[in-house]
């Protein structure tokens, strides 16, 4: 079955630093792949799209990469801020064909610390 | 900046009573989402609706569960019986584009509580 794998256990880093989340995912070949942000008890919010023929997609402080033989995405954060602090989702997209349903993954909780 | 509603934003509810969580998307979109989130978990997928039909349904979405779009503006979420199980953010979601071609844009949620 598909499995989108994201590290469950809180990253916590200093201010200033660069955040690194990881998602893996299995029985996925997806042809697109999202990162939201959710805060508690609100509606997930769409930060990043990449394409699987794009290596690497930026946004002001926020980088992407998406491997897809290796079946990750990397979820970058440079010079943190504590505003940054929140539930980073990633969601692996079907292709057309594959699906009519965005599936998330579990999250990874980011806590920047001053 | 075109947005997503959702109401109510918290409806306390007896076991076994029928609820309606109401959605309204944002205008120009034609794809239109429920997801769901226990409390401490993760964001799970309901069902998808396009062209005025459920074009994709989880296993969470029994026959206790109904989508509706009464008109050119809602979205509903029906639960006609509901379990303790249903106590749950409730997240309405809507996109121009078809799934995963383009981002999602979420309500802030209908929190359920089932007593």
């Known amino acids: 079955s598909q499995k989108i794998e994201q590290n469950s256990e809180a990253l916590n880093i200093q201010e200033g630093k660069t955040a690194t989340l990881t998602c893996n995912y299995t029985?996925?070949?997806?042809?697109?792949l999202q990162w939201y942000r959710q805060d508690p008890g609100r509606g997930p919010v769409f930060l990043l799209l990449?394409?699987?023929?794009?290596k690497e997609k930026r946004k002001e402080r926020l980088k992407v990469t998406f491997d897809t033989t290796l079946k990750q995405s990397l979820f970058h954060i440079t010079a943190s801020q504590p505003a940054d602090s929140a539930t980073y989702l990633c969601?692996?997209?079907?292709?057309?064909?594959?699906?009519?349903?965005?599936?998330f993954g579990t999250g990874t909780q980011l806590k920047v610390e001053l | 900046e075109p947005e997503v509603t959702q109401t109510p934003s918290h409806q306390v509810t007896q076991m076994g009573q029928e609820v309606i969580l109401r959605c309204v998307p944002i205008?120009?979109?034609?794809?239109f989402y429920w997801y769901r989130q226990i409390l401490g978990q993760k964001v799970e997928f309901l069902v998808s609706f396009y062209n005025n039909e459920i074009s994709e349904k989880s296993e969470i979405f029994d026959d206790q569960f109904s989508v509706e779009r009464p008109d050119g503006s809602n979205f509903t979420l029906k639960i006609r019986s509901t379990k303790l199980e249903d106590s749950a953010m409730y997240f309405c979601a809507s996109s121009d584009k078809g799934p995963g071609t383009g981002e999602l844009f979420f309500g802030e949620g209908s929190r359920l509580t089932v007593l």
């Open positions: 969601a692996p997209s079907p292709r057309t064909g594959g699906g009519n349903k965005l599936t």
């Open positions: 990449i394409r699987e023929n794009e």
């Open positions: 029985n996925y070949s997806p042809a697109y």
């Open positions: 205008s120009n979109h034609l794809y």
